[in-house]
């Protein structure tokens, strides 16, 4: 079945800097990718979502590209602020998952001033 | 107001005791899940169901039972509860068609078992 690989675990930026999460995956029929953010304490939200092939989705600060010849899925953060300090999660729709979202392990991001 | 609610928020249990987790969706999803969420794991699918009356295994079953009275609520039953299934549990609703699979998640509930 699928798999999903998060890098990295840990990131840590100063206020300003940009910040890069990916997320490779196995299987070549996924269809559907999400990012979730999960600040401390808190549930998960939906962040950003993207369906079609090396697209670019750009929302809240954040832009998603997907490669699906590579199977690589990235979170890219132009200008980190403190309010992005938060762990952000992959997720992945495939069809050799069926109806549930495959999740990679997370990325604990830190901005500091 | 709050699509995916979950009580109780927080629980403590004694080894071997029977521990309720309910969920309460007002989302009209088909779909439900459940996940625990611990350090360095990420989050692992327990259960979900396709609907009222049904119920599927996860990657993570052993241990748990779910059941899925109507289509608002799902619940998840750990009958002889153990120290490892001390986690904070989430429960999501999710679509089918369309948009999918995306998930939205409830609260959370903090579970330890001592």
């Known amino acids: 079945g699928e798999q999903v690989e998060q890098r990295p675990p840990h990131l840590s930026v100063r206020e300003g800097d940009s910040a890069v999460i990916t997320c490779t995956y196995t299987?070549?029929?996924?269809?559907?990718f999400f990012w979730y953010k999960q600040e401390p304490g808190a549930s998960l939200q939906l962040l950003m979502k993207v369906f079609s092939s090396t697209e670019i989705n750009e929302g809240q600060g954040f832009t998603v590209l997907l490669n699906k010849k590579d199977k690589r899925l990235s979170l890219n953060l132009t200008a980190a602020h403190p309010g992005d300090s938060a762990a952000y999660f992959c997720a992945v729709s495939a069809t050799s998952s069926g109806q549930k979202l495959v999740f990679g392990q997370g990325t604990i991001l830190k901005v500091y001033l | 107001e709050a699509a995916v609610t979950q009580s109780p928020r927080n629980k403590v249990a004694v080894t071997g005791g029977k521990v309720t987790l309910s969920c309460n969706q007002t989302n009209n999803h088909n779909n439900m899940y459940w996940y625990r969420q611990d350090t360095g794991h990420g989050l692992r699918l327990i259960h979900y169901?396709?609907?009222?009356?049904?119920?599927e295994k996860g990657d993570i079953p052993d241990g748990y039972k779910a059941s899925r009275p109507s289509q608002e609520n799902f619940s998840l039953i750990l009958e002889l509860a153990t120290p490892s299934q001390t986690s904070v549990y989430f429960c999501?609703?999710?679509?089918?068609?369309?948009?999918?699979?995306?998930?939205?998640f409830g609260p959370g509930t903090r579970l330890t078992v001592l």
């Open positions: 299987d070549p029929n996924s269809y559907y």
């Open positions: 169901s396709y609907g009222a009356g049904s119920t």
């Open positions: 999501a609703s999710g679509v089918q068609g369309g948009s999918s699979y995306e998930q939205y």
